[in-house]
């Protein structure tokens, strides 16, 4: 049990490739910390920093206050799951697990419990005997799951581990590592580009963009209160849909103008924006917070275009100054594509980023 | 019902077909290999006075002994044409049973002759058969060339220091080639085929000077560096695609479950590269075994078996059943080398897939 900490740490690859940029992170102990981002932003080589597959170019890594920047994989304390799962494909299931253990000096006996203990964990007992290449993805997965777990690590680092992996087997595996880490409590860090994988399952999420931290929060911090364009749109599928709009002061009132509507904002959020000296902004609002009403208090009109059932939800998308926006609705009343619909905004739900920097303008 | 019936028959003349090819393919490939054997075991007799050549050795032949004007006149049986031919007209014992051995391979005792010469006196002829001498060609060969075993075993080290060197170092450049990046590596990789583009009669005459100045002339480890150098490219070139097919992150997941490079690469590279390996071992092997035309200017004094063997067949018009013999001992070592090394490079193909 353990906590990490990164301090300033980069990696550099060439003059103009960063892996990770001057990045400072701490992990707390027992924590589930997922990185998040979309491809080449860098968690992968966050993660063999901490592994020490790859040497930092600058800055710490610290498990428990000791400094292991220089220090090689072995002897890190940690275990990793590979994407790929890595299984050594000339060792049976139980050599793969019993690998780590044999370096170990112990027992045969010590080292045997320890393999059929982690292999049950994962409900691979009944597959020890065989070697990778008779088992599934998904078994593969598991082996490669009970052999970072064999070890007892201090950190556990996970790199996609789920990607491989069909929609379905995906879902249950979730709630599976979650459960192994209630039970084992090994301070986990967790990657993925999969940012529903991310908000399920972290206790707090690092959205990261170019090598970069934009982000770092419980998944409701990220979702709610997403600190810019990028997370906004990054967070939540289907994502927050955005529009640029002009920022009038009419009296005492504040609208924002956009070519299709004009939205007068309630005492609180015109507050908020009252200072704010550029005449243009971005504002967001999330699927679920535009909602279908009735003709005598719209905001705007639009026909719907394509529609997804959802079961109990539908998707609706329609365009809006040409520009994509998708909504989600009940299934009260289910709606055709052609249907002219009336569309309101929740106050509430607005989010309003600079808009030249993209970055998040006031914190409710 | 006949459909069905008619589809079987098409069925199976396709696989009749196929197996007929395939036999037809492998009798070309096999015939010289079968003949080469089969001649290794004949006896003077069988080879030169038997025509068409016996399609298997025998294990015994027959023989008539007469009396005759000039002293006994033997003849011996010729399985071919079922008649004896007379062979030889002699009072001269210990001539008839030297002539025997020589000729038919098979061993007739004084007393044995003794013997004969003995119911001779009753009869008008003896007919006897004598057990051949299965392998005394082989016994023959290395006895008549005297420097044919001393250079047997040259021949086994040079193979077994090039399969030395050229995997090590070999191994080690595929390796290097495989994992990182350096400058000029491209060149470098095309080069190491590049040396192969020259003649090796026409690098041995350098290579001569070369190891003359290193003291290395005429003596199996400098043959060995020379084969090396050859070998070597062809191994990085396969080693390389080995060690590029097995994932990196292999190795890795060895360094974080608790080895260092070293043993990453020792527990699970290695094991996992050894059918290639064991493929280059083998052109080492064989690029060394048979090679005559760089020994013959490499070496003087201490020749490689190749080379005894060539010197012999070139020199040996009538002794074809020796020569056979010298040719099979040549070829035995690698047969065995290959049985040996089988279940590795299988593994390549089956088995294990990385
Ligand atoms: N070995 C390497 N050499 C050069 N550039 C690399 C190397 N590994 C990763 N990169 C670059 O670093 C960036 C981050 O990569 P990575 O950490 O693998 O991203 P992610 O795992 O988030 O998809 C990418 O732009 C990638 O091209
Ligand atoms: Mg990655």
């Known amino acids: 049990m353990a906590d990490l900490k990164l301090e300033n740490l980069s990696k550099r690859f060439s003059r103009k490739v960063w892996g990770v940029k001057k990045m400072d992170l701490s992990v707390k102990d027992k924590e589930f910390l997922v990185l998040l981002g979309p491809s080449g932003c860098g968690k992968t080589t966050t993660l063999r920093l901490i592994a020490g597959l790859e040497e930092a170019t600058t800055g710490n890594i610290l498990i428990d206050g000791v400094d292991i920047t220089d220090t090689p994989p072995r002897k890190r304390d940690i275990s990793m799951v590979f994407q790929s799962y890595a299984v050594w494909p000339h060792m049976t299931v139980y050599d793969n697990i019993a690998f780590a253990l044999r370096f170990k000096h112990l027992s045969k006996a010590e080292i045997d419990s320890i393999v059929t203990e982690t292999a ?15 088992l599934s993805g998904g078994q593969r997965q598991r082996v490669a799951l009970a052999r970072a ?32 880490h209630q039970q084992t409590k090994a301070t986990t860090v967790f990657v993925t580009h999969d940012q529903s994988e991310a908000m399920s399952m972290a206790d707090r999420i690092v959205i990261m963009k170019d090598g970069v931290i934009v982000q770092i929060g419980s998944p409701d911090d990220v979702y709610f209160k997403s600190t810019n364009v990028f997370v906004a749109g990054f967070i939540g599928m289907p994502p927050t849909n955005f529009f640029t709009v002009e920022i009038i002061h009419e009296g005492t ?41 009735s003709e005598k208090n719209n905001l705007l009109k639009e026909r719907a275009l394509v529609v997804e059932p959802q079961g109990s939800l539908q998707i609706i998308a329609l365009k809006i100054d040409d520009k994509i926006v998708k909504l989600v609705s009940a299934r009260e009343h289910t709606v055709f594509p052609g249907d002219m619909l009336f569309l309101t905004f929740k106050q509430n739900k607005l989010h309003f980023f600079d808009i030249d920097t993209g970055e998040r303008i006031g914190d409710l | 019902m006949k459909k069905e019936l008619q589809r079987n028959l098409v069925r199976t003349a396709r696989t009749t077909t196929l197996y007929i090819l395939v036999a037809g393919v492998a009798m ?14 004949m006896s003077d007799f069988e080879m030169y006075n038997e025509w068409p050549l016996p399609m298997l050795p025998s294990f015994s032949m027959s023989f008539k002994l007469q009396n ?13 044409d079922n008649t004896y031919l007379d062979m030889l007209d002699t009072n001269d014992t210990g001539y008839i049973i030297n002539f025997v051995k020589r000729k038919t391979n098979c061993t007739l005792t004084r007393e044995k002759l003794n013997e004969i010469i003995e119911e001779l006196k009753n009869n008008s002829k003896v007919e006897f058969k004598l057990r051949k001498n299965f392998l005394l060609n082989y016994t023959l060969f290395f006895r008549l060339k005297k420097d044919a075993w001393p250079a047997f075993l040259r021949s086994i080290y040079t193979a077994v220091v090039t399969i030395l060197i050229s995997l090590s170092i070999g191994g080690m450049g595929g390796y290097a080639f495989s994992r990182y990046f350096f400058k000029g590596k491209n060149f470098l990789k095309l080069g190491v085929l590049f040396v192969r583009m020259f003649p090796a009669v026409a690098t041995a005459i350098p290579a001569a000077i070369i190891l003359g100045n290193m003291g290395l002339y005429d003596k199996p480890i400098g043959l060995a560096f020379i084969y090396s150098i050859g070998s070597i490219g062809l191994t990085i070139w396969i080693t390389a695609s080995i060690f590029l097919s097995i994932p990196v992150e292999l ?32 052109y080492a092997f064989i690029g060394s075994w048979n090679e005559y035309a760089q020994a013959i200017i490499l070496t003087q004094f201490n020749p490689t078996f190749p080379v005894v063997v060539f010197e012999y067949v070139l020199g040996a018009t009538g002794m074809a059943h020796l020569a056979t013999a010298g040719g099979m001992t040549l070829a035995i070592p690698a047969v065995i080398f290959y049985l040996f090394i089988r279940r590795y490079i299988l593994r390549m193909w089956g088995g294990v897939r990385v």
């Open chain 1, 253 to 293: 009132d504040i609208v924002l103008k956009h070519p299709f509507f004009e939205l007068k904002l309630d005492n609180e959020r015109k507050s908020m924006l009252y200072d704010y000296s550029k005449r243009s902004l971005t504002f967001g609002i999330r699927p679920e917070d535009i909602t279908i009403t």
């Open chain 1, 149 to 180: 777990l064999a070890v007892k690590p201090k950190i556990f680092l996970m790199d996609e581990p789920l990607s491989n992996l069909d929609a379905k087997l995906r879902v249950v595996m979730r709630t599976e590592l979650r459960a192994i």
């Open chain 1, 120 to 134: 049950d964990m994962v409900k691979i007992d009944n597959l020890v005997k065989r070697y990778p290449d008779q």
């Open chain 2, 28 to 41: 070309v490939i096999l015939f010289p290999i079968y003949f080469l054997v089969t001649m290794s075991l």
């Open chain 2, 251 to 282: 190795e890795e997941a060895a360094q974080i479950f608790g080895t260092s490079k070293a043993g990453a690469f020792w527990h699970v590279t290695l094991p996992l590269a050894l059918p290639g390996l064991a493929a280059c071992a083998m």
């Open chain 2, 68 to 80: 005759s004007q000039k002293g006994y006149l033997l003849s011996i049986y010729n399985k071919v």
